[in-house]
Structure formats: structure tokens, C-alpha cells
């Protein structure tokens, strides 16, 4: 399921407690039909989160049970928006940031929202 797209290089990482960085534009919403564990769409991603006007998902990039996806549109950020599925609950919004060390979320293959292999 990963894409073939390069790893992010920006240094900051999301937060250990898994709760969303302080510069988060995004607001969590319930997860309403987002409970297979196949990739997500942007488009069902963006149900997940109230995203400033006139921003969307566009590609969707999908290691194991995260998705990590960057903002398109004008007035967008270097931030990646990153979820995690779990079995019964479904698609979940993570956080938002520049770059997420795969250690830190139990990966152990490359991915495209990591600085960190």
C-alpha cells in the first residue's frame, strides 16, 4: 500500500501523546463511513476534519494503518495531516506536522510522511 513518493525532510515531529500540534488548522469530526481499513480517499479524509476554505486532499499516501496526506489548494502550509486506522473504530485524525518518525508510530517500513526510515 505505500506510494513510491520521496520522505518529507522537515525536521519537527508530532507530539509522543498523540494529541494534534498547536498550529493545527484541522477540527475533528466524527468518523461517520470511514471505517475500512483500505486506503482512504482525500476525499473521505476530508470528513474527518474541517479544513480552512478553499483547501482539499488530494493524493493519499498509506503505510500499514496510517494515511498521511498534504493540504492542496492556495494558502496551504508544510504541514502533513496524518491518520490511523484501528480495527472497530476506523479512520482516525492524528495530527497535523512537517514530518513524523516512523518509530514513534510503530512502523517498520519507510514512509512518505517520515523523516525517519
Known amino acids: 500500500m505505500a506510494s513510491s513518493a520521496g520522505?518529507?525532510?522537515?525536521?519537527?515531529t508530532a507530539p509522543a501523546d498523540r494529541t494534534p500540534s498547536a498550529t493545527s488548522t484541522a477540527t475533528t469530526k466524527a468518523a461517520g463511513d470511514v471505517k475500512s481499513a483500505a486506503c482512504p480517499s482525500g476525499a473521505t479524509?476530508?470528513?474527518?476534519?474541517e479544513l480552512p476554505?478553499?483547501?482539499t486532499f488530494g493524493r493519499v499516501d498509506c503505510v500499514q494503518d496510517w494515511a498521511g496526506t498534504d493540504p492542496q489548494?492556495?494558502?496551504t502550509g508544510d504541514g502533513?495531516?496524518?491518520?490511523?486506522?484501528t480495527a472497530?473504530?476506523?479512520w482516525k485524525y492524528?495530527?497535523?506536522g512537517?514530518?513524523?518518525?516512523?518509530?514513534?508510530?510503530?512502523?517498520?517500513?519507510p514512509a512518505p510522511f517520515c523523516i525517519s526510515d
Open 80 to 85: 502533513i495531516y496524518l491518520f490511523h486506522h
Open 94 to 96: 492524528y495530527g497535523e
Open 88 to 90: 472497530g473504530t476506523g
Open 7 to 12: 520522505p518529507t525532510t522537515a525536521a519537527p
Open 53 to 55: 476554505k478553499g483547501l
Open 98 to 109: 512537517s514530518g513524523y518518525d516512523c518509530k514513534d508510530l510503530g512502523l517498520t517500513e
Open 45 to 49: 479524509l476530508e470528513k474527518l476534519v
Open 73 to 75: 489548494g492556495t494558502k
